[in-house]
Nanobody, 121 residues
């Protein structure tokens, strides 16, 4: 099994910044991708940003130019630097990884518990 531990959420004023962190632990053979999703009240969970093992990244249009995803492969950790935050960024942010727990096993998707980000004055 793979566990994901998130940190860094909180309350911030519009225009402010936050940095989320997510560390993967457990029986990890290989992590193929790590990323962040978010879910606002009454809405479906949506992709925020992902990064592959090779370093290629993908962002939602709504966060391009404001959010930056990065990874430390040695630490199995992914970060999300969020700048110029807007009230519409308010949501629970979930860490996500696609990982293999042993050679020969297919990759599976794992989710963190989520961390609340609230953007409000």
């Amino acid at each position: 099994q793979v566990q994901l531990g998130e940190s860094g959420g909180g309350l911030v004023q519009p225009g402010g910044s936050l940095r989320l962190s997510c560390a993967a632990s457990g029986s990890i053979f290989r992590i193929n991708a790590m990323g962040w999703y978010r879910q606002a009240p009454g809405k479906q969970r949506e992709l925020v940003a992902t990064m592959s093992i090779s370093g290629s990244s993908n962002y939602a249009d709504s966060v391009k130019g404001r959010f930056t995803i990065s990874r430390d492969n040695a630490k199995n950790t992914v970060y999300l630097q969020m700048n110029s935050l807007k009230p519409e960024d308010t949501a629970v942010y979930y860490c996500n990884t696609v990982a293999q727990t042993a050679i020969g096993l297919p990759p599976r998707v794992y989710w963190g518990q989520g961390t609340q980000v609230t953007v409000s004055s």
